[in-house]
């Protein structure tokens, strides 16, 4: 009952003097501020506004006050160098593990989150895409045991020149020195005193065409003619480009069966990518961002895959936009212009060489330049090089007006065999990486077949698919991993994409090209990806990335993981795409059958009663060309005088073909020529002289208009067509066995030198 009074006692207290509880805290809490406020420190009398604006203005006159004389009497300061110091720290080695650590990367002080280059816009993609069609023999090494079909072949005969009127001496300018005796050049020269081009052949001279070896003398082709690949043997390995002083070339594989040469009929491409507007959107994305390395956060590199569509009954404006899961499907308009295992099998095994580069070498990349293949004879040059990349010792092309456009079906330019493209999921095929591969190199992470090749045999890149030498330029450069990469040097504005589209039989090469089509290309190219590389140890860490590159990242972690599982071997997808390139022109492949023009004969005309009647009519010498798939050469037949309507037909005749490996003639009994062609037209031949009707005339150059198998009108021009022309009729082997058999006869006509030679010596007498 007392502790119950005692806690009513309590509440009644607390509720009667509430207020004044409340009071006393509010006199304290008020008794604190007064106290604190009173020992403030007061406001210092040096730094009120006026003190302060006096001190600011002392300063700058104190600052715009020259010292010089006050400084100029002090003792000189001298740098102490610390000489044997950083001598003895030199020595020291540095641990090559330390880039190999998996956080060895440098430290940014920034804060910025990386971001994604943005490669994936049009301006990224490859650019300015030429075509070329070629038709040539390339130098492989066969299979052991196999036969050169030229070894059954005999050679060619010695020339015979029949002999042909004695031309009409054209009337001297001036009278010689000496009188009517005077020798005029020819006429005086002994046999000892001839050039070596007026030599017979016989006598060593080397360039005519024919040698001598020992007691058998073999027909050769001019030199001058041959502007390809040299195989082992002669001249090693030489091409047009070794003559520039460019890149490496020669012989490759086992010498122990000699190469033959086999036919190649393709499509040759040439681009380039905007090297240094990619480098741009790197350092845009990522140069001030977080954990920011140079030797990962650039371009590099590592595939390219080229598509093509059929547009010979339709345009291109008709096609649709490429799609890989049609692509891969190999269904719409687009399909990958090789099969899988095509380019280990063309280039690796097969080709006997490669032919010296004759580009840039910062313009080229291991990785998307392609080797030039070993063309024999015809000139590489056309579908080697790009109007927008230099040539070798050329450091900048004039690039003021660029077209693109198809090189017109032309024979003579012939060249490579080797696929570069890439299926769709070439990139899915890479294996883990083994010990001691960095990601520098396209194997990085496994990416091998069974025989050296990359993925699905498209991947460029590796050293198995370019001999090191060819590594130029920016690809000697060292990527995260320690390894051989394609790292990209800004210096160059672009970098040259080279590629082939073969046909071929339909078991080795499904989608290959096929005769009488027309067809465009596009090409796209992967660089690895700075935010996801493919060797995950040069990973930046997640939290340095931007939430859109952090849930990009997270989703192919998610996918690759998925592949991992189902190919039981590690696989990471460390790249990214660029854009598709515009549409190529159209291009086919080059026909079997073609024509080179010569001179013109023009018609002969008589008068009679005032009527003008044709005498005799216009004729042509044209040269009609088979291509002979078996020998890998050209099967030629001439026609002299070829007249309006002739057909451009031969049977059976014996012709004489060169050997494309070593330039020897050789005699093929039984040969024909089949083109089909018609002569429709001709013109030229006129003279052009208007004074001095004995001199040696001057003509119009002939022109041919003929139907082609095909029905197209085509037409032959005597000027362009002269290369061509003199190489099929071996005209130069003619005009030096010509001259050196008027050589021979000379002395008869000059015996009676005398007066007139003393004279023309000596002076007048």
Not at 99 to 113: A, L, T
Not at 319 to 334: M, R
Not at 368 to 380: R, S, V
Not at 509 to 516: F, K, L, V
Request: aromatic residues 6%; glycine residues 10%.
């Amino acid at each position: 009952m007392k502790g119950k009074m005692d806690g009513d006692a309590i509440k009644k207290l607390a509720i009667n003097h509430v207020e004044k509880v409340v009071l006393g805290l509010v006199v304290v809490v008020f008794g604190l501020l007064v106290y604190k406020g009173v020992s403030i420190e007061p406001f210092a009398e040096s730094k009120n506004p006026e003190n302060l604006t006096s001190t600011a203005k002392q300063v700058m006159t104190e600052l715009e006050t020259t010292h010089w004389e006050a400084i100029e009497t002090e003792e000189p300061r001298v740098a102490t160098v610390k000489y044997e110091k950083n001598v003895e720290l030199s020595r020291d080695s540095i641990d090559a593990g330390l880039q190999f650590k998996e956080k060895g990367f440098p430290k940014s002080r920034s804060k910025i989150k990386r971001r994604d280059p943005d490669i994936d816009a049009p301006e990224y993609a490859p650019q300015n895409i030429q075509l070329v069609s070629v038709l040539g023999a390339f130098s492989l090494n066969p299979p052991a045991g196999t036969p050169d079909p030229f070894d059954a072949l005999e050679d060619a005969p010695k020339m015979e020149i029949e002999e042909e009127k004695k031309p009409k001496r054209r009337k001297p300018r001036r009278p010689a020195r000496g009188g009517e005796g005077a020798g005029s050049g020819m006429e005086g020269m002994m046999p000892e005193m001839m050039m070596p081009e007026m030599m017979m052949p016989e006598m060593g001279s080397g360039e005519g065409g024919m040698g001598m070896t020992g007691t058998s003398m073999a027909r050769k082709l001019d030199p001058k003619y041959d502007r390809g690949y040299r195989v082992s043997g002669m001249g090693s390995g030489m091409g047009m480009g070794e003559m520039m002083g460019s890149g490496p070339g020669g012989p490759r594989g086992s010498t122990a069966q000699k190469p033959i040469a086999y036919t190649h009929q393709f499509i040759a491409g040439t681009a380039v990518m905007p090297n240094e507007l990619l480098n741009e959107a790197f350092q845009d994305a990522l140069g001030d961002a977080t954990g920011f390395d140079p030797r990962r956060d650039r371009p590099r590199y590592i595939a390219f895959r080229v598509i093509r569509a059929d547009v010979t009954d339709r345009s291109v404006d008709q096609l649709e936009e490429p799609n890989d899961a049609k692509i891969e499907a190999k269904e719409g308009d687009w399909v990958v212009t090789t099969s899988d295992g095509f380019m280990n099998r063309m280039y690796i095994k097969h080709w006997a060489g490669y032919s010296p580069e004759v580009i840039s070498p910062a313009y080229m990349d291991s990785v998307l330049t392609m080797p030039i293949p070993p063309l024999l004879i015809q000139d590489y040059m056309k579908f080697a090089v790009h109007p927008q990349v230099p040539l070798a010792g050329q450091k900048k092309r004039d690039t003021t007006e660029v077209k693109e456009e198809v090189v017109e079906v032309d024979t003579e330019l012939t060249g490579p065999s080797t696929g570069t493209r890439l299926d769709i999921g070439a990139l899915k095929q890479r294996r883990p990486a083994g010990p001691g591969m960095g990601s520098g190199m396209m194997g990085a992470e496994g990416m091998m077949g069974s025989e050296g090749m990359m993925g699905a045999e498209m991947m460029m890149g590796s050293e198995g698919m370019m001999p090191p030498e060819m590594m130029m330029g920016s690809e000697g450069m060292m990527g995260p991993g320690g390894m051989m990469g394609s790292t990209v040097v800004v210096a160059s504005e672009y970098k040259l994409i080279r590629f082939y589209d073969f046909r071929d039989s339909p078991r080795r090469n499904e989608n290959g090209p096929q005769p009488g089509r027309k067809y465009v290309y596009r090409i796209q190219v992967a660089v690895e990806d700075p935010n996801y590389p493919i060797n995950g140890r040069f990973a930046p860490p997640l939290k340095t990335l931007d939430p859109e590159v952090l849930d990009r990242v997270q989703r192919r972690t998610a996918e690759d993981a998925v592949i991992t599982k189902q190919q039981g071997a590690t696989y990471r997808s460390g790249y990214l795409w660029s854009a598709w390139s515009e549409p190529s022109p159209p291009a086919s492949l080059p026909e079997l059958t073609w024509f080179a023009g010569g001179s013109i004969k023009p018609e002969t005309t008589t008068t009679l009663e005032g009527k003008t009647f044709e005498k005799s009519p216009a004729t042509a010498d044209i040269v009609a060309v088979n291509w002979d798939w078996g020998f890998a050469t050209e099967r030629t037949a001439e026609f002299e005088t070829a007249t309006r309507g002739s057909v451009l037909d031969k049977a059976s005749f014996t012709d004489e073909i060169v050997n494309p490996s070593t330039l020897s003639i050789k005699q093929l009994d039984g040969a024909s020529v089949k083109s089909r062609g018609v002569l429709v037209d001709i013109a030229g031949g006129e003279n052009l002289a208007v004074v001095d009707e004995e001199e040696e005339p001057m003509v119009a150059p002939g022109k041919m208009l003929l139907f082609d198998a095909q029905g197209n009108l085509v037409v032959q021009h005597e000027i362009e067509d002269a290369f061509r022309f003199r190489r099929y009729t071996f005209a130069d082997e003619r005009e030096k066995l010509q001259k050196a058999q008027a050589a021979t006869a000379m002395p008869e006509a000059g015996m009676g030198m005398g007066e007139g030679y003393m004279s023309d010596a000596f002076g007048p007498q």
